[in-house]
């Protein structure tokens, strides 16, 4: 019998999780490792960077990036561009700090002018992206300025946004395990990424 899942080492299927919150093993850490797995279900390669442990200046709206090709800073975020730029499928994990993302994830993503320039944005154009974004309010509408935020960045780089996995309630850490609902969400979300990424979600 034929197979009908899509084999990620065939297709050249990969998927790169970045975790913004500096709490390791929590919350954030847990969805974005879920979503990686269900990937790995469905044969993708997966690679995972916590930006606690990355070097990132801050952006200063310098555009060498524009002018020269490159950013100014010789940090950790050169190896991020490269890894954003190879994978298909990109996930972006942060916890809600104070209704927005929080500073490690704001830093990561200031430095998206980068593929804001001329030659880098096909590095982004048309790639996938997924959202993980735990909070502690039962609210849903308390993720609104970031999902916001999050929206009008992605559809500004002409990336697509696959699914959102707003999980809402949840605040110790790796409280978010208790949710078996969110965390099979999380999984399929990751395996039909990988298979079938035309198909986009609102998922919370
Ligand atoms: C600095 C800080 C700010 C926070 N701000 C909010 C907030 O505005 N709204 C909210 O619902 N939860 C807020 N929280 C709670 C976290 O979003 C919540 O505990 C989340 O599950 C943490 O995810 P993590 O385990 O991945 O770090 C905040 C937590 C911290 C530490």
Known sequence: MPLSLVDGRESGRNILGIVGSPRRNGNTDILVNKI???????????????????????????????????????????????????????????????????????ACLDRFVYFNSPHARPMVK?????????????????????????????EYLEMELFAMLLVPGVTRRGEVKERQEQMDLAFEVGRAAVSDPRRSDRLS
Request: aromatic residues 8%; negative net charge; proline residues 4%.
């Open 36 to 106: 990686l797995e269900g990937a790995r279900s469905a044969s993708a390669v997966t690679d995972i960077i916590h930006l606690d442990e990355m070097e990132i200046m801050q952006c200063d709206g310098c555009h060498r990036c524009w002018g020269e090709g490159n950013c100014r800073w010789k940090d950790d975020m050169l190896s991020i561009y490269e890894k954003i730029a190879g994978c298909d499928v990109l996930v972006l994990g942060t916890p809600i700090y104070w209704f927005g993302p929080s500073a490690m994830m704001k």
């Open 126 to 154: 048309g790639k996938v992206v997924i959202l993980a974004i735990p909070f502690e309010d039962t609210e849903l509408g308390t993720a609104d300025p970031l999902v916001a935020m999050f929206e009008r960045s992605i």
